[in-house]
């Protein structure tokens, strides 16, 4: 439903992308804390837009948004909110506009970039196996000098 004609199938499924944006939203934003990102909130959101691209790139719209209201909810739950209290505020909608956007614009990208891969292949051409009899080219490799 998600998917378009242009786009055909993403690299990872978003029921594959999605955990795996969890998984790396949650990473950041540890050592973001571990970092003293608290102190520097735009480093935490600099740093959970990495994620939220790379997860972007290769899966599906929905997961790609998903993975982006994870990083804002850790954001502005550890980052602002030090205690997993989420934090609406002013740096908080700016955060959360700006993973929205990273996440979409990141997706049209993948989307591009994956329909020209595709248009860009070309079939392979397996040889024919040759039939008995058939002379065998000698010297060059442009089949001028035949057996």
Known sequence: M?????AGKPVVSGSVG?????????TVTVLAV??????HPLWSVAALAVPTAAIAAVTT???ALATAGVCWALHAGFVLGRHGDLQF??????????????????HAVGVVVRAGLRANRRPVAIPTPR???TPRLRG??????LA
């Not at 060059?140 to 000098?145: E, M, P, Q, T, V």
């Open 89 to 106: 505020s002013s740096a908080s909608a700016a955060a959360a506009a700006l993973l929205v956007a990273v996440a979409v614009v990141v």
């Open 61 to 63: 719209l929905p997961a």
């Open 34 to 39: 571990a970092a003293h990102a608290t102190s």
């Open 18 to 26: 999605y955990p795996l944006g969890f998984v790396a939203a949650v």
């Open 131 to 133: 039939a008995p009899g």
């Open 140 to 145: 060059s490799h442009d089949g001028s000098a």
């Open 2 to 6: 998600w998917r378009t004609r242009l």
